[in-house]
């Protein structure tokens, strides 16, 4: 009989990643994709735990497949990911969800098929917690389309006091260049338009491996091969950069790439110097604006996006007026914006000083208005433009409408009477929105 898996994925890009290559596993091993839980034989959830509200979702979810256990009392239910790590999450799974048969970290990749095994015939749930684990050379199921992503590096060594990742995803583990070098090649062969490289931090790659190699030297190496093998090579993407780390040589190599893409997602997450201590970032207001100028100096036309959190545990009105000031000076293409929620076990958590809900509320709104109104004076100097897009989607609710990114990032709105999914199409850019842009098709490449 035909045996089916469903894996429901929560948070990051690592986290579809990790989830490509549990359906790898599990295809290896004779399963097939299930449309839905309802049916599957083994369900996933690949779970995520930076934020609560995540973790809360995923505790309502157990709660509905409770009912669908007991009617299918065959089927292997596994908790995987980031929220697994958390101690917490174990001893309510322990008291609530005991019929939950498999609870494993994210390091775990390597030993899904002996665990899925044991799961299927322990009498109680199989526990995998270890953050040791090989991810190398696993098999990997990526879901269909044309743009794809590979870690260059595992867990994160920076310990921002309000973050469960390296808690969760243990230390940071750079791959091996010759091991993303060939990931890299096959997805060029198997014809994927973008291909977007991911770390916690990608800019500390190579820190810790023996041989000579940094962030700066892959991003060239990858340009330069790509190029060489083909006259329509992939674009290349990056994330996320930490400002500490980003260094100038980087920036040169994405200025002269070919096709490395010409945005940098690089969080600020507080304008305010005592913040950014309190959060342990590694780096001062100044030079993060330092670093601004030299990638707008190096890189005329790149896009600069950002993460911030509003409410960190101490932030004050003349804190949050830094925040906003430094908002307006940078004028980033993008910011997406968090109130602080506290993760216990990180040192924020037990900081004093935390803000109230209500006062965060009120300055989200503020910096998301500021945020709007200059990411359309950006956009809206983009009108009468020509802009290099990856077509991505097409509306559903009207077939002749298309949506696609710039090299910059920036989402462009476009008719197609033709379907040109998956293509790079030249867009003349119309009309300037806060979040997105609207043109016509002026050439296919
Ligand atoms: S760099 Fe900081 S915020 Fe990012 S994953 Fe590491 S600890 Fe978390």
């Known amino acids: 009989m035909l045996k089916r898996y469903y894996i429901a994925t929560y948070g990051c890009q690592m986290n ?37 509200k995540a973790e809360e979702k995923v505790f309502s979810r157990l709660g509905t497949i409770r009912e669908l256990k007991k009617s299918r009392p065959q089927m292997i239910v596994a908790l995987w990911g980031c929220m697994a790590q958390r101690e917490t999450v174990v001893q309510r799974i322990k008291r609530r969800f005991k019929f939950v048969d498999l609870v494993s970290g994210p390091n775990a990749l390597e030993r899904f098929p002996a665990l899925l095994e044991k799961a299927a015939t322990a009498k109680e749930t199989v526990f995998d917690l270890d953050h040791a684990g090989g991810k190398e050379s696993l098999p990997i199921k990526r879901a269909e389309g044309f743009k794809a992503w590979i870690p260059i590096s595992h867990g994160c060594n920076n310990y921002c006091s309000y973050c469960v990742v390296p808690y969760v995803r243990g230390p940071e583990i750079s791959r091996l260049p010759e091991n993303i070098i060939n990931e890299v090649d096959e997805l060029a062969n198997c014809g994927f338009k973008e291909i977007t490289l991911l770390g916690q931090n990608v800019n500390s790659y190579g820190k810790d491996l023996k041989q000579k190699i940094d962030f700066a030297d892959l991003l060239l190496h990858l340009d330069h091969r790509l190029i060489n093998r083909s006259d329509n090579p992939p674009r290349i993407r990056f994330m996320t950069s930490h400002p500490k780390d980003l260094s100038e040589k980087s920036v040169r190599v994405i200025a002269e790439g070919r096709n490395i893409c010409e945005h940098i997602h690089l969080p600020i997450q507080s304008g305010s110097d005592e913040l950014l201590k309190k959060m342990n970032r590694g780096y001062t207001r100044d030079y993060y604006l330092g670093l601004v100028d030299m990638i707008r100096e190096a890189i005329p036309g790149s896009s600069i996006t950002t993460d911030l959190i509003v409410g960190f545990p101490g932030e004050n009105e003349e804190d949050f007026a830094l925040t906003i000031d430094l908002m307006a000076k940078v004028r980033f293409d993008a910011a997406f914006i968090f109130a602080y929620s506290p993760r216990q076990g990180t040192r924020a958590a037990g900081m004093p000083g935390q803000v109230a809900a209500k006062i965060k509320k009120k300055r989200i709104v503020q910096l998301n208005e500021l945020q709007n109104r200059i990411g359309l004076e950006k956009n809206q100097g983009l009108v009468g433009s020509i802009q290099e897009v990856l077509v991505e989607g097409q509306s559903k609710t009207n077939k002749n409408m298309f949506t696609g990114r710039t090299r910059t990032n920036k989402i462009v709105h476009f008719p197609s009477a033709a379907d040109c999914l998956g293509e ?22």
């Open 424 to 445: 790079f199409i030249d867009i003349r850019i119309e009309e300037a929105r806060g979040w997105n842009l609207i043109g016509a098709i002026d050439r296919r490449n």
């Open 16 to 52: 579809v990643y990790d989830s490509e290559v549990l359906a790898g596993h599990l295809e290896s091993m004779g399963y097939h994709a299930a449309s839905s839980e309802d049916e599957a034989d083994v369900l996933i959830i690949n779970t995520c735990a930076v934020r609560k």
